[in-house]
Every structure is written in structure tokens, then in C-alpha cells.
């Protein structure tokens, strides 16, 4: 459990947030996942205030956070195959798999925040990230 702002006085908890990362390639490697609310975090998820950075197995792409407060975030996804803790590019473009909240469309470079941007609520929230390969 996590509380970006712990210590701020009265923070409204949001429900519960389900991520989901679906197709992926293969069950090699690691998945590792970005959340944030700061768009100067995004999508690189520099060490900011409120940048929640998880690892979880590619084999098993999901994760359910809670104790979030309620508010805008935007979620950055790498498929890291080969477990090198970056995004394997070749001439600049990505190696291996990415993907972003509410799946925007890709053009060139990332997309901005505000593209990928969601609203946690008091309610339980569900965001399936579609993984996406260039190579």
C-alpha cells in the first residue's frame, strides 16, 4: 500500500487500482511499471515526488494497488526482456515492448501526460495497458 502525499493532512483515498499489461510477446523478463501523477515524471518516472515504481514478472502482468489518493495519474509500462532495467532502443527506436494508460496513440516519441492521463476516483478503477512492439 502507498500514500503519495502521506502526511498531508486529510488525503482522500481512492478505490482500488487494477493494472493489467496485455500483449506481450513473451514471458521473459520483467514488466516494469511506472505510475504518476507529476507530468514532469512522465513517462520516464524521474525520482519525483509521487512517482510509484513497481517490477513485476512477465509472466504475470497485473498488479492491484490501493491506499492511492484520489486523483489524476499516468501510467508508463516497459516490457524489459532481457532484464537490463531500461528500454532497449536501435537507432532510437524501442526494442522492446511499451505501453501507456488508456493505450494513446503512438507517433513519434511518447505520448504527453495529458494524453495518458486517468482520474482515480472513490470507486475502484481498471486500466488495461495494450503492450506494443516496433521490432
Excluded at 502521506?6 to 487500482?17: C, I
Excluded at 514488466?31 to 525520482?47: A, H, I, N, T, Y
Excluded at 532497449?88 to 494508460?101: A, Q, V
Aim: aromatic letters at 6%.
Amino acid at each position: 500500500m502507498l500514500l503519495l502525499g502521506a502526511g498531508s493532512p486529510a488525503v482522500e483515498t481512492g478505490g482500488p487500482l487494477e493494472i493489467e499489461m496485455t500483449g506481450l510477446r513473451s514471458a521473459k523478463g520483467v514488466v516494469r511499471l511506472c505510475l504518476v501523477q507529476d507530468p514532469g515524471d512522465f513517462p520516464d518516472c524521474r525520482d519525483g515526488r509521487g512517482a510509484l515504481k513497481r517490477t513485476l514478472p512477465a509472466a504475470n502482468p497485473r498488479i492491484r494497488l490501493e491506499g492511492l489518493p484520489v486523483g489524476d495519474y499516468a501510467i508508463a509500462v516497459i516490457h524489459d526482456a532481457n532484464g537490463n532495467s531500461k528500454l532497449d532502443t536501435m537507432l532510437g527506436i524501442p526494442r522492446e515492448g511499451f505501453g501507456f494508460s488508456r493505450n494513446p496513440a503512438i507517433r513519434f516519441g511518447p505520448p504527453r501526460y495529458k494524453d495518458a492521463r486517468f482520474t482515480l476516483g472513490a470507486d475502484a478503477q481498471r486500466q488495461q495497458v495494450r503492450i506494443r512492439y516496433l521490432l
